[in-house]
């Protein structure tokens, strides 16, 4: 079996060839494209053979990257994990810096009972008054 290899393309940027599974001149993406920041070697590796077999299911895709990556020499793995360093030191760059969240207290409302119920008896007093002019204003009327 041949193992995985690196070489260097025409237009200067690194290409992955996995000969074995027809894997030829793809080129690595750049340390910005990937979005999260706690990458190793072999996953940087293995996320770059899902992007490349995407019609395969994730098991298939991890057993080819780890039967790949156990016959991969020393240079191969190393430059994987430099790799998978300088991505994670770029998004931890890129990544925006929150202010840690404060949590504000509720607000304590004032109690203000005798208020309202100033507000509905006053209420009740005006209402009596008008619907007593209406009941005795009220006449009943026969057919």
Not at 33 to 44: E, L
Not at 73 to 88: G, M, V
Not at 109 to 130: A, D, T
Request: charge should be positive; aromatic fraction near 16%.
């Amino acid at each position: 079996m041949l193992p995985p290899s690196l070489s260097i393309n025409r237009n200067g940027k690194i290409v992955l060839s996995v000969a074995q599974f027809c894997v030829y001149n793809y080129e690595l993406p750049d340390t910005n494209s990937f979005n999260v920041n706690h990458y190793n070697g072999f996953t940087v590796y293995r996320s770059l053979l899902h992007k490349e077999f995407r019609g395969l299911s994730i098991e298939k895709v991890s057993q080819i990257a780890s039967t790949t990556w156990k016959i991969a020499d020393k240079e191969f793995r190393s430059f994987f994990a430099n790799y998978a360093n300088e991505i994670n030191s770029a998004v931890n760059r890129i990544s925006p810096r929150f202010k840690l969240f404060e949590m504000n207290p509720k607000r304590k409302w004032k109690p203000c009972n005798q208020q309202i119920k100033y507000l509905f008896v006053e209420r009740e007093e005006y209402m009596r008054h008008v619907f007593e002019k209406a009941v005795e204003e009220f006449e009943f009327i026969s057919f």
